[in-house]
């Protein structure tokens, strides 16, 4: 058993909200103090731990029992957190008229309830593996339900050497045109 020193239920909860929990409890933290986030959301794995690299905590796990993961993150130094958004941006509006890959970051189910025809599906947690399926060339814009999570793969893709990135905003959430189901 990990030894931690505070416990987060975040069960129920959907992206971004196990996020937005865990900002807030870690704060309560000192340097080096481990917390622990229980979370039935299978995105937030990959949620947590690309939040926690980019802010400078050390996302140390999770383990999985039954339905509930049990993420450990421990919290970096007491220096302000200054989280980072990805600078390049564009409307959901505007998607629509561009040319380029619309890359779908959520969870399988979530894709295949509804998503932009043409989109491509790599959850957030698959995407350092599946790289090689992006083409450094062409413009991908980077959506998700919220905005999070794509912000988060934009940044990954950034860090990978893809120079015409764009994160979507504000979501699927907010998509109010034609969308394909695989159900």
Known sequence: MIQTNHQLDAKGLACPMPIVKTKKAIIELEEGQVLEIQATDKGSKADLTAWASSVGHQYLGTVEEGDVLYHYIRKGSNEPEVEKSYEHTVS???I?????????VREAAEYAFGHIEGAKSIPMGEIESRLAELD???EIYVICRTGKRSDLAAQLLAKNGFTKVYNVLPGMNEWNGKITKEV
């Open 92 to 94: 959901l509006d505007e």
């Open 96 to 104: 629509e008229s561009r040319e380029g890959l619309i890359l779908d």
């Open 136 to 138: 450094k060339e062409k």
